[in-house]
């Protein structure tokens, strides 16, 4: 098995090009997935497709024609986390390096807060696990979008320009097209804010994750929930994510499940997460039925 085999997400843009670029030389494997949705997508296929036989890359590639029903950007996300798995797999990668920059990140971080959502970290982590796979972004602190054009032009990079990028077609362009026309110096004091923020957020899970593996220690018993209500929240969500698989955890799921177990009414009825995952209480304590 190769031991640090590393599988990079190329689109033809200028980003991955250049990560590409920077990995040219390790023990690497291209994924390319063309989702045919404008005219040019060849071209972006050719040039990852060139690139990769001018340095003897493997490279892989997922061709799609057919509809998609619903969110786009849903449906291509996991069509192509479905190709890369079965690539990462075939090609027994450790490492999944994805080109996502400060610009990302920032965007990412601007769409939770206007959202009014409170994750547990705002914008995009430099590592992840996604379908099970290591999933490293070495750019996402590095490189703002105007210093990887900069290194491709010095570097003579070729790479084709998505043109749906610079249109207000999804809330994320229109985002993106605002960041565009603020100084380096404005976004990085926009930037380190959310880092200071994600900072205060990463001691406050600290003391999350220690009232979770204390609330486990009692069989997730509900008058700990009771007694501990600025957590109970955050509580259940850790519950619902440790132990069930595939459901849609929301603020409003969150929120009726705490106001079920905390209820003393519904000792012998059952919560539904899904067609065969409930939970429920018994003897006072949270169960899995």
Known sequence: MPKNRKLIAVSGGVDSMVLLN??????????????????????????????CNKNKITIEILWLSEEHQGNFQEWARNKRYDFFKII??????????????????????????????NPYYFGISKNSQIFGMNVSRPMIFKYWKSEIYEIAFELNITFNEDTTNFTDLYQRNIIRNSLNNKPIIVKEMIFNVFQKINVLKSIQNIK??????????????????????????????????????????????????E???????????????????KIGKLNNNVIIK
């Open 88 to 117: 990462y797999a075939k090609h027994k990668c450790q490492e999944l390096l994805i080109a996502q920059h400060k610009d990302d990140f920032l965007e990412t971080a601007i769409m939770q807060w206007r959202a009014k959502r």
């Open 208 to 257: 999350i994750i220690s009232k979770y593996y204390e609330w486990s220690n009692l069989t997730y018993n509900v008058e700990f929930l009771r007694n501990n209500r600025n957590y109970s929240q955050d509580l259940i969500f850790k519950f619902l994510i440790h132990n069930f698989k595939d459901i849609n955890i929301s603020k409003n799921i969150i929120k009726s499940i």
């Open 259 to 277: 106001i079920f177990l905390l209820s003393p009414q519904n000792e012998t009825k059952k919560f539904i997460l899904s067609d065969n995952q």
């Open 22 to 51: 920077n990995y040219k030389d390790e023990d690497i494997i291209v994924a390319f997935v063309n989702y045919n949705k404008r005219k040019d997508s060849i071209v972006d296929q050719q040039i990852a497709i060139d690139y």
